[in-house]
Structure formats: structure tokens, C-alpha cells
């Protein structure tokens, strides 16, 4: 029998091979075990008045297209909801005031829950990964009631999400 391969070619092919045929393995048990947490960490006081809202990430997203982000941070994001808007964190810590916040979102697919909030003055959104639509819900019942929430987030907030 000829050996028309060498070794290396034959091992990269198995590795190909098996590599081909298990990611298709794994994006479907991805999509299938990737639903919200239903038991979320809790929201804490700052101490200040505050309320921390614990995060799995924050991303920096453009208005309209909600699943591109532009920076993110998953090592210490934060959103701490104040009486006079909110402090958050994705690449450096920074407030926003009520009326800089124009309306608040709930967009969810497998395990991630977002949160993103629109600016008057930006095209950028500052999304936050929640990890569950319960904190999602909690997190809403937060904001101020003349804050614009999307239909999503009114039916989540309704107890419908």
C-alpha cells in the first residue's frame, strides 16, 4: 500500500475531520442549554442610595443595530442605578443623568439578557448583560416611570417576558 500522506497531513485531516464534525455538535448544545438564569445574584445598596445592579458584561453598542458592540468589558462592568440617572462602566466609569437617557430596551437570545439604554446626545447605547430576564424585570422596576421603555420592556416589566 502507498502512503500518499505524509503524517502531519494525515493528523491535520483527523483534527479537521473531527473538528467539522463536533462544532455543529457544539453550537447545538450551545443553543440548547443557553437559556436566562432564573435565580440571579441579587440587587445591592451602594450605601449611597443607590442600587448595584450585578452584571455578567456591558457592552458599547449603535442605536438600531443592538447586537454589534463596539467595546466591552466583562472583567468589572457596572451599572449602578441613582435617583438622578444611572453610573455605568465599560471602558471608563461615566454618569448619565434622566434626561440624557431617551429609552430603555430588553433584547434576549439563548443565556444573554441585555438591557440598553439610548442617549439623546450619542448613536451609541450602553447595553448591559443582566444574565436573566428576572433581574431584567427587577432592573426596569427601578427607573423612573417617565422613563421611555420599548414594548419589549413593558411586557417584561408587565411580568409577560
Known sequence: M????????????????LFLGGLP??????????RPSITP???????????????????SGLRGLPWIGFASNNLNPRL??????????????????WGDIIQVDVQSVGATVNL?????DSLFTFDAN???TMLAAQTLALLPDHIALTDRAKLLLMGGG
Open 130 to 132: 443582566v444574565g436573566s
Open 25 to 34: 455538535w457544539l453550537i447545538w448544545r450551545w443553543l440548547r442549554s443557553g
Open 80 to 97: 449602578v442605578i441613582q435617583s438622578d440617572g444611572i453610573t455605568y462602566r465599560i471602558a471608563m466609569l461615566r454618569f448619565r443623568g
Open 2 to 17: 502507498v502512503n500518499w500522506m505524509s503524517e502531519p497531513a494525515q493528523k491535520f485531516m483527523v483534527e479537521t475531520l
Open 41 to 59: 445574584l441579587p440587587i445591592i445598596n451602594d450605601g449611597n442610595g443607590g442600587k448595584i445592579v450585578p452584571l455578567i458584561a456591558t457592552f
Open 116 to 120: 440598553s439604554f439610548a442617549f439623546r
